[in-house]
């Protein structure tokens, strides 16, 4: 998987495209969460792959994009990805962020408006800091025990009750790849960000993918991406958690693939 120098940074990215040479669909850019990396969408790949080009990279300071660097703002990572389309010579793309990817790529869809066609956010809220947990014990966690521990703490909250421990197992060794001190630069800026004010700017076809159980962006963070979104739709899923991207990628990735399909 290949790096480009961008800003102070070595971006990790990769790009896959199973989609008939013949056409030229707008291609899907992915945008993992906190803790994460580019592989938490491995099995997303089959569906959306399949009918056009799929950008997926590691934020900065994640997996491999310059491990340990830490993250100043949201608009730093806008910066990098308007710079790693401007690279890939890509004028328009879909947008897909999950949790706090899903955060990203609500103030992505308002600052790069003419770059985005559709947004969909799975998991996500426009204000983080209104979770119904107790943010101050992840700096605890991640400063003592470090980014694994730290996922798989509230592992309960982050998944459903029938997911297998393989999952939470890899979620935390993957985890494990980017270090603490740059998780906690993340959270420290999207805890201090409220982006509802925004939401009634973006005008763009929008889907949003959410569990009822989610510990972590709850009901409340849907409904109002729901109402305040004007051209968005809600799908609501049972049994599964925060990472539903993780437990059900197969039936999320094909109703992403259809939905982007159907735009014009």
């Known amino acids: 998987m290949?790096?480009?120098?961008?800003?102070?940074?070595?971006?990790?990215?990769h790009i896959d495209d199973f989609s008939p040479p013949w056409e030229s669909?707008?291609?899907v850019m992915l945008i993992h969460s906190a803790g994460g990396n580019l592989r938490r969408w491995t099995q997303w790949m089959p569906n959306l792959a399949k009918?056009?080009?799929?950008?997926?990279?590691?934020?900065?300071?994640h997996g491999k994009s310059s491990p340990g660097t830490l993250i100043q703002s949201v608009d730093q990572i806008i910066d990098d990805i308007s710079h790693l389309l401007e690279f890939l010579d890509i004028p328009k793309v879909h947008i897909i962020g999950a949790s706090a990817g899903g955060v990203i790529s609500i103030k992505l869809a308002e600052?790069?408006?003419?770059?985005v066609t559709t947004l969909t956010l799975v998991a996500s809220t426009?204000?983080?800091?209104?979770?119904?947990?107790n943010t101050s014990t992840w700096g605890e966690l991640?400063?003592?025990?470090?980014t694994?521990?730290?996922l798989r703490a509230d592992s309960h909250l982050r998944f459903g009750p029938n997911t297998s421990a393989y999952i939470i197992d890899w979620y935390g060794a993957e985890g494990s790849k980017t270090p603490a001190e740059t998780v906690m630069s993340l959270q420290s800026v999207l805890l201090s960000e409220d982006y509802s004010d925004i939401l009634n700017t973006i005008k763009i076809p929008s889907l949003i993918l959410a569990s009822r159980v989610d510990g972590i962006t709850p009901p409340e963070a849907q409904e109002t991406m729901h109402k305040y979104l004007?051209?968005?739709?809600?799908?609501?899923?049972?049994n599964v958690g925060h990472n539903l991207k993780l437990e059900i990628p197969e039936q999320l990735s094909s109703i992403c693939a259809k939905f982007m399909d159907e735009q014009p």
């Open 2 to 13: 290949p790096t480009v120098k961008i800003n102070d940074i070595n971006l990790h990215y």
């Open 25 to 27: 669909n707008t291609p």
């Open 51 to 61: 009918s056009r080009p799929v950008i997926r990279f590691d934020l900065r300071g």
């Open 111 to 115: 600052q790069l408006s003419r770059h």
């Open 126 to 133: 426009p204000f983080l800091a209104r979770t119904t947990i």
């Open 142 to 146: 991640l400063r003592t025990k470090g």
């Open 148 to 150: 694994a521990a730290w």
């Open 230 to 238: 004007e051209n968005s739709e809600l799908i609501w899923f049972d």
